[in-house]
């Protein structure tokens, strides 16, 4: 099978079992089922600035860095103004991801391919389910999941902690070993291959200016099975299933 920008870990030796055996195919959301071009997660970003600014009543500059600690301690923003300054993060998700969506465009081409899949689709997001909804909608991408599972359904844990996986798999009856993961952060993806899952790493196309760029950039790790930066192409091409009309 042909591979999209596929580096094999050095020293390890990969088992690619395809996808044939896949019943249940998971994706993130945010940079990974759309492309930063699109624009949103540099709104969702300034706006979470925002808030620490407004709730510290601190500058931009302050607010940013602390930002970004809380992103680095505890895995995203939300958890650790939960775990520091007990927020509502009901409050919190409305005011983050309070965007423009028209910025991003229909996605034909993705939805063809994921509409062919066979089995069941998922998004599992750190994200709120309303967030997920619209950017679905906005990709013309949604009939074709069947739920979202977000940050409230997980407890407000967020990805990577093996407890929002468990939560997950154990609320929609998946197994492990049957499904496909797709994600755009290599940390989230090394608990769904010790669980057994098939992981894909989705990259952008091309540098994203307001990302960190090492979360960008190709790992080589036992745990990253698939690399893609075309992921309509890779569901076409790379999985064994063909471009098929897309249904629900």
């Known amino acids: 099978m042909k591979m999209i920008d596929t580096v094999p870990a050095a020293g390890v030796e990969k088992t690619r079992r395809g996808f044939a055996h896949v019943e249940t195919w998971i994706f993130d959301l945010d940079n990974t089922l759309y492309p930063h071009e699109a624009q949103l997660w540099p709104q969702v970003d300034e706006r979470i600035t925002l808030f620490v600014c407004d709730f510290f009543g601190m500058d931009g500059l302050s607010a940013r860095a602390l930002q970004k600690y809380y992103y680095h301690r505890y895995g995203t923003t939300l958890r650790g103004l939960m775990e520091e300054q007990g927020i509502d993060p009901r409050d919190f998700l409305a005011f983050a991801h309070s965007i423009d969506y028209s910025l991003l465009a229909p996605d034909p081409a993705l939805a063809t391919a994921i509409g062919a899949l066979p ?13 997920a909804e619209a950017v679905a909608e906005r990709l013309g991408i949604g009939a074709h999941f069947e739920d979202i599972f977000d940050i409230a359904d997980a407890g407000f844990v967020p990805k990577p902690e093996p407890a929002t996986y468990a939560s997950f798999l154990d609320r929609h009856g998946i197994e ?3 499904a496909a993961m797709f994600e755009d952060l290599a940390k989230n993806l090394a608990e769904p291959h010790r669980l057994g899952m098939t992981t894909v790493l989705v990259l952008p196309k091309t540098p994203d200016p307001f990302r960190e760029l090492h979360e960008q950039e190709e790992v080589v790790a036992s745990h990253i099975e698939y690399t893609t930066r075309d992921l309509s192409g890779f569901l076409v091409r790379d999985t064994g299933i063909g471009g098929a009309d897309a249904g629900p």
């Open 119 to 131: 089995g069941r689709k998922l998004i599992l997001t750190n994200g709120s389910r309303g967030h």
């Open 176 to 178: 492990a070993s049957r």
